[in-house]
């Protein structure tokens, strides 16, 4: 199976919280993060999350991390259309960054 | 803008053909990366130049060639190609060496690669 796995496909209505789930398998992976590609661009650094942490907060921006269980959450508050992209959860071991699949938001109006 | 660049943005070239990827970085980082990017499969690592050597190679086939000839720059050679390496492919660079740091990366635009 997959290092990292992500559902494909998420749907929500402008003003809903979205949330996006991961899980992982290496427990020594030290980050956790959170990337947003929109149509024809690269990947972008929204947030990450320190893997002491159960939880950190930016903006509309809400990370959780189970570590126990390897699960890690990305809640998007007031979800704009601008939002729409695809999100990819990814760890770093050994200075190396493993990418999930990605999950395609699609926020309509 | 995040500081990483890559020429060029869309490249079609035949299974013949020879062409080079190019990545340039400003940001003063010591490690920049080759990712390729297919439909429906998680980002593949390709290669890993930290300081300028090569550190990591993922059993990429020969027909990639990397070159990283100073910490700013970095270029993916292409030589006869398949249809299936048709793919985005994505430059980026961290600052490595810092263990107790973030290692942010950053990332490209990329460079989308038909081969036809």
């Known amino acids: 199976g997959e290092d990292v796995e992500q559902s494909l496909f998420l749907s929500v209505r402008e003003g809903d919280s979205s949330v996006i789930n991961c899980t992982y398998t290496d427990s020594s992976s030290t980050y956790l993060y959170w990337y947003k590609q929109e149509p024809g661009a690269g990947l972008q650094l929204l947030t990450y999350?320190?893997?002491?942490?159960d939880m950190k907060q930016d903006q509309r921006l809400t990370v959780l991390l189970n570590k126990k269980d390897k699960h890690l959450s990305l809640r998007i508050a007031d979800t704009q259309t601008g939002d729409s992209a695809i999100y990819f959860c990814?760890?770093?071991?050994?200075?190396?960054?493993?990418f999930g699949k990605g999950t395609m938001l699609l926020v309509s109006p | 803008e995040t500081g990483v660049t890559q020429t060029p943005r869309h490249l079609v070239m035949g299974m013949t053909n020879k062409k080079s990827l190019k990545c340039e970085q400003h940001?003063?980082?010591?490690?920049m990366y080759w990712y390729k990017q297919s439909a429906k499969k998680p980002l593949e690592l390709m290669f890993v130049?930290?300081?300028?050597?090569?550190?990591e190679n993922n059993s990429v086939p020969s027909r990639f060639s990397p070159e990283c000839p100073n910490s700013s720059h970095l270029f993916l050679h292409l030589h006869t190609l398949q249809p299936e390496d048709s793919a985005l492919y994505l430059c980026?660079?961290?600052?490595?060496?810092?263990?107790?740091?973030?290692?942010?990366?950053?990332f490209g635009q990329g460079t989308r690669l038909t081969v036809v």
């Open positions: 940001l003063g980082h010591n490690a």
């Open positions: 999350i320190f893997s002491n942490m």
């Open positions: 990814a760890e770093m071991r050994y200075s190396t960054l493993t």
């Open positions: 980026a660079s961290s600052q490595e060496g810092v263990q107790s740091a973030n290692t942010e990366a950053f």
């Open positions: 130049y930290s300081l300028e050597e090569r550190v």
